[in-house]
Structures are given as C-alpha cells and as structure tokens.
C-alpha cells in the first residue's frame, strides 16, 4: 500500500520561496508506473492543479502557476519536491501531494495535505 | 485556459437520487473524473473514465458523459454521501478542476 507524506514549513513570509517535500513509502518513485503531482487547496475553497513530474523528471505544469513553480524528484530518498517562488497571501492553501498512473489519468493515491500560511 | 463550471451546492433528501452536474467545453469528449472530499481530509475518487466506479466505492454512485456535460449520479443518497465533490479532466496534459459541488443531505 502505497503512502504519501507531505512535509515542509507551516509559515512563510511573502516574497520568500515556499519548498514542500512529499516522501512516498510502499511504492518507488522511478519505477517507471506512476506521475508524481502537487495539488492545493485554499481554505475553504477548491482544488487547484500545480504540476507533476515523471520518473525520467518530465515537469507539466499549470499554466496559471507555471513562472513560479518547479517540481523535482529525488530517487535517492524516494521523495519528490515542489518550489514556489515570491509567494503571496494568495498561496496560502493546503499542500496535496498525489500519484497519476498516467497523464490523462485520476490522482489515485493522496497525502494527507499540509497547510502552508503565508504571512508576515 | 479550459475550465469546468459546477454548482455550488446541491441539495438532496435521504433515500433519493442526487444529480451533480459538470460543464466543460466537449467535456463529452473527454474523461471526466469524480472527487469525493470530506471536512478535513483528501480527496478520494468515486468515478473515473467518466463512468467506471473504482473498487470499494459503493454501487449507488454513477457517472455520465455527454455533450458539454458530465453528471454524477448517487442513488438512494446516505448521509454519509454529505461531502464536497470535484469534476476533474484533462486539457492539453493539464489537469483542471471544477469549483464544487456542496452535496447537502436533508
């Protein structure tokens, strides 16, 4: 059984780079099967897509986020990461980490979110 | 950019037949996905390829597609089935997310 775990600072401050680590446990991360991705949430609103990466490092990204996020992968420590720049207010969320199959495919396996607040 | 309308909420009596609706441009052409998410946890699927249903979700959850529209159907709604759902396609190896539905049961 697969198993997904975010991780990464509570508060940051505006204009800073916001980093989360997702460490997955139960399944390899190049194994060659699966798409790694970031979804977020803002509080009490809905889900937004920001990116994922394959096990070859392939990024696609959501346009609207795209100048300001990079995704990378580590498949020493079977973890992949998510990099926000500059953020703002408007990046306070909830941090999902999920696994695709494939592009084109549903996220079948989630992490429990963590919740990045950015504020001075 | 493409994007998915749904209802904000949607309300259904125990024991009947609650119909979520999702709007996208030829979404009938495409997969559509369902999200189930309740307070305080991830989201879970409860539909994909538009109307295959995956293991373990129960049988009173369905899905369809057609058109510009894809519809999730839950017949015989529980109060357990109280949560907030998500359409989800993709566009161009993008994936985008409908706003949510709020399914209230009364």
């Known amino acids: 059984q697969v198993h997904l775990q975010e991780s990464g600072p509570g508060l940051v401050k505006p204009s800073v780079t916001l980093s989360l680590t997702c460490t997955v446990s139960g399944d390899s991360i190049n194994n060659g099967d699966y798409y790694w991705g970031w979804v977020r949430q803002p509080p009490q609103k809905g889900l937004e897509w920001i990116g994922y990466i394959s096990d070859s490092g392939s990024t696609y990204y959501n346009p609207s986020l795209k100048s300001r996020v990079t995704l990378s992968l580590d498949t020493s420590k079977n973890h992949f990461s998510l990099k926000v720049n500059s953020v703002t207010v408007a990046d306070t969320a909830v941090y999902y980490c999920a696994r695709v199959p494939l592009p084109g495919d549903y996220f079948d396996n989630w992490g429990q979110g963590t919740l990045v607040t950015v504020s001075s | 950019s493409y994007q998915l309308t749904q209802p904000p909420s949607v309300s259904v009596s125990p024991g009947q037949t609650a119909n979520i609706t999702c709007f996208g441009d030829?979404?009938?052409?495409?997969?559509t996905y369902w999200y189930q998410q309740k307070p305080g946890q991830s989201p879970v699927v409860v539909i994909f390829?538009?109307?295959k249903r995956p293991s373990g979700i129960p049988e009173r959850f369905s899905g369809s597609s057609s058109g510009m529209t894809a519809t999730l159907t839950i017949s015989g709604t529980q109060a357990v089935d109280e949560a907030d759902y998500y359409c989800?396609?993709?566009?161009?190896?993008?994936?985008?997310f409908g706003g949510g539905t709020e399914l209230i049961v009364l």
């Open positions: 390829q538009s109307d």
């Open positions: 989800q396609a993709w566009d161009s190896q993008t994936a985008v």
């Open positions: 030829k979404l009938g052409d495409k997969y």
